[in-house]
């Protein structure tokens, strides 16, 4: 079993769209949790931390499960700018290691 | 300012070459990092320096070679690559110490490798 799993999809979603993205962990120490973006051909980049509580940045929320070991990422109205790949990343220890997922691609079109 | 910076944007070399990547930052953060990236796959963690020392070296060969002259630069030197070296290098910094803090990532260095 991977450590973080994600659907790889393509998600192909109309603009406007709400989507929603899950992601699961398997080291139930794990500490910390993020999301990035990646472009094609760009670096990774920090989209969100996810929070116990729950987080909203605008159109994005993140959730986390910790009992189900699990993450979540929902976009609403989506754009065009939000083609992307959507990388769950899980910090698994107190050291400086991440863990990423297989990312998660997502296509919105007009 | 969350700038990694990255040299040289691409590269070609051939498998007899020697080569270096470099990295900067000026965020004071004191772990610095290389990772490789294959298309459609995630970025894979090769080295991490922590304190300007060598911490983590994931199984990465020899013809791979990294060097921290100072707390801000990282450079990643290259020789005898072969043509499956080819792929995005990224370097990423981050804090030190702090569970709460991410990586940061530079913009990468596309290497091909003929």
């Known amino acids: 079993r991977k450590e973080v799993e994600q659907d790889p999809g393509p998600f192909n979603v109309p603009e406007g769209a709400t989507v929603a993205f899950n992601c699961t962990y398997s080291?139930?120490?794990?500490?910390?949790f993020f999301w990035y973006r990646q472009d094609c051909r760009k670096e990774p980049k920090l989209l969100m931390s996810?929070?116990?509580s729950g987080n909203e940045d605008g159109r994005f929320t993140a959730q986390l499960n910790r009992a189900s070991q699990y993450i979540s990422l929902l976009i609403r109205d989506s754009k065009l700018s939000d083609s992307a790949t959507y990388l769950c990343?899980?910090?698994?220890?107190?050291?400086?290691?991440?863990?990423f997922g297989g990312g998660t691609r997502l296509m919105v079109k007009p | 300012d969350t700038e990694v910076t990255q040299t040289p944007k691409h590269l070609v070399m051939g498998m007899t070459n020697k080569k270096s990547l470099k990295c900067e930052q000026h965020?004071?953060?004191?772990?610095m990092y290389w990772y490789k990236q294959k298309a459609k796959k995630p970025p894979e963690l090769m080295f991490v320096?922590?304190?300007?020392?060598?911490?983590i070296n994931e199984s990465v060969p020899s013809r791979f070679s990294p060097e921290c002259p100072n707390s801000s630069l990282l450079n990643l030197h290259l020789h005898a690559l072969q043509p499956e070296d080819s792929a995005l290098y990224l370097c990423?910094?981050?804090?030190?110490?702090?569970?709460?803090?991410?990586?940061?990532f530079g913009p990468g260095t596309r290497l091909l490798v003929l």
């Open positions: 990423a910094s981050s804090q030190e110490g702090d569970p709460r803090e991410t990586q940061y």
């Open positions: 080291n139930s120490a794990s500490q910390s």
């Open positions: 996810v929070y116990s």
């Open positions: 990343v899980v910090r698994p220890g107190a050291g400086n290691m991440l863990t």
């Open positions: 965020m004071g953060h004191r772990a």
């Open positions: 320096y922590s304190y300007e020392k060598l911490s």
